[in-house]
Each structure stands twice: as structure tokens, then as C-alpha cells.
């Protein structure tokens, strides 16, 4: 598996001093209809200037039009044709503003509202995105993981080993194995995600358009 990482403005990076086990990094552009995060465009050159292939991903949030959401997401000024740049990705997991509850009261209408707004995304990149969740998430709030499963998966447990797939999905793409790493690769010590991809560097250079 190869190391990497994913970051917002939470995340202080010294893109100097990264470990070189660091192949890629994907980096939150987007929250909902008008969110930007404010280190975003930094972060990119950032991590294009170190070398390190880039992803940019997405927060959805349930009660907005999933077309606006997608507007938003793809106004972040990335082309996914590029060399280097990896395939979109929208965040679907428990909700930041305390919505989990209307999530689990309008489990079908919500399930749509991040259905198409991976579709939109998609026609919107010109790439097929990629899911990011938890391995309970998808079925326990939405109701059905499977509709899911015809997208690429970053799964997160942070755990020893990989954790269970959610239904309907056969492999896992990005796992999100911890959220207490450090900049210098350890999984524990710091406030750094870490991810791993389930590949070679080859199948991962594929990915970014190597």
C-alpha cells in the first residue's frame, strides 16, 4: 500500500519537512452550496510544488440542492485532466451542524440528495468520483449502501486492519486509517490523517493521469 494523507484548514502543513512516504494528498475544497476552505488554493500549489500527486474532496450536506453542491465543489478551479491530480471525491458521513437526526428521519431523500450530487459531480469532472465514509454510515443513515457501490471507495476505521466493506461494495480504493498521525508518517503522535491506497505506485499514478 502507499502512504498519504488529506488536510483542510484544520491542518497546519510544513510542506517542507512531510515525510517522503507522503505519495498523495487530498485536500477539502468544498462544504455544501457556498463553503470554501479558506487554505485551499495554497494547499494545491502546495502540494503540487512537493510533488505529491492531489485530490481535492467535498463535505455534502443533506438539505441543499445536490446541483449547487456540485456547483461549488467544481468552481474550486481543478481540472481532473491533469497529470498529477486525482479523481474528486465527496465526503458522505455524520454531519457537523447536528442534522444526523434528519438524516435518519428522511433516510430515502437523502440517499437521492448524495446520489446526484455524485452524479453531478461526475458529469461535472469528467471522472468518476469517489465515495469517502465510514463502513456504517452509508447503510445505517441512508438506508442502502449498494446504489453506492458503482463508485470507487475511501473507507475510514482507524483501526489495526482494513474494516468491513460496506454492502455491495467488493474492494476499497483509500483507506483513512487514522486521524492522530504525524507529518513525519507515524499513525499516532500528531492531529494529521493518514490514508493509504490499496496499489501499487503504478496503479496509483494511473489514478492521477501518470
Known sequence: MIKGFDASHWDNIDWDNLS????????????????????????????????????????????????????????RGVDWSLAGVLPPVIDIENQTDGSDKYILANKSECRDNALQLLEAVEIGAGKTPIVYCSPHFLQEYLGDSKPFAKYGLWIAGYQPT?????????????????????????????????????????????????
Open 20 to 75: 517522503p512516504d507522503f505519495k498523495f494528498v487530498f485536500l477539502k475544497g468544498s462544504q455544501g452550496q457556498t463553503y470554501h476552505d479558506p487554505v485551499f488554493q495554497d494547499n494545491w500549489k502546495a502540494a503540487r510544488d512537493k510533488g505529491l500527486l492531489h485530490g481535492e474532496y467535498g463535505f455534502w450536506v443533506p438539505r441543499i440542492n445536490p446541483q449547487l453542491q456540485a456547483n461549488n465543489f467544481l468552481n
Open 162 to 210: 482494513v474494516p468491513h466493506l460496506p454492502d455491495g461494495f467488493s474492494n476499497w480504493v483509500f483507506w483513512q486509517q487514522s486521524e492522530y498521525g504525524t507529518q513525519q508518517g507515524a499513525l499516532t503522535g500528531g492531529h494529521l490523517d493518514i490514508d493509504w491506497f490499496n496499489g501499487d505506485i503504478g496503479e496509483l499514478n494511473k489514478l492521477a493521469n501518470l
